[in-house]
């Protein structure tokens, strides 16, 4: 079946730091592979996605590569802020499935 | 442009009741799906609605039930309920290719169940 690992939390930053959250994948077929962001009480929001290898998918300052070889999608920001304070999930779905297959999730805390 | 509208967004139910959350889609979005998020944890997918019927479900037991509307709309359903249903629930519409546009939560339903 399918499965995706992430990082344990909380990991606690200050401002202006690199993020790098590691997420890696076990799917059958080809998966297309999202980062959804959760802030406190609210639901998930759709942060980035890349449906084929070597696509990088990117949105307000995060970036991930899907790595095929290595089975990752690692999140990564070069300078966080403390409004990025929020718990970030990493999914996938694969071809023709309904549904989305998520990690734990990885709490992320920044400071000033 | 509304997206994924969920109610109520709070509820507390005693053990052994019934309850039920309702769903409606993002404008446009056809296909709707339910996911239960336990405190700490990633969403667990539950079941899928397409043109009112069930298409998917995880594992979850038949307590669990669900109903699709016409307009899309859609209502879960949980039976004698049990503590451990104590959850965040969440709803995801979409359309077509999922793959390729993913799926837009709702905000949730958050059970607590006593």
């Known amino acids: 079946g399918n499965s995706v690992t992430q990082m344990e939390g909380p990991v606690t930053l200050s401002e202006e730091a690199f993020l790098t959250i590691n997420c890696t994948y076990t799917a059958t077929g080809y998966p297309s592979l999202f980062w959804y962001v959760q802030y406190p009480g609210e639901g998930l929001q759709l942060l980035l996605k890349a449906t084929k290898a070597d696509d990088k998918g990117s949105n307000k300052g995060f970036e991930a590569t899907y790595r095929k070889e290595t089975t990752s999608f690692h999140l990564e920001k070069g300078s966080v802020q403390v409004s990025d304070s929020a718990v970030y999930f990493c999914a996938l779905i694969t071809g023709g499935g309904n549904k989305l297959t998520f990690g734990t999730g990885t709490q992320l805390k920044v400071e000033l | 442009d509304a997206g994924v509208t969920q109610s109520p967004t709070h509820l507390i139910k005693t053990r052994g009741q019934q309850v039920t959350l309702r769903c409606s889609p993002k404008?446009?979005?056809?296909?709707v799906s339910w996911y239960q998020q336990a405190l700490g944890q990633g969403p667990q997918f539950i079941f899928q609605?397409?043109?009112?019927?069930?298409?998917q479900r995880g594992n979850f037991p038949d307590r669990f039930s669900g109903h699709q509307f016409p307009n899309y709309s859609s209502e879960l359903n949980v039976n004698a309920l049990l503590l451990g249903d104590s959850a965040l629930y969440l709803c995801a519409s979409s359309l077509g290719d999922r793959e390729l546009y993913g799926y837009t939560f709702g905000s949730g339903t958050r059970l607590t169940v006593v």
């Open positions: 609605y397409y043109e009112e019927e069930e298409r």
């Open positions: 404008s446009g979005h056809d296909t």
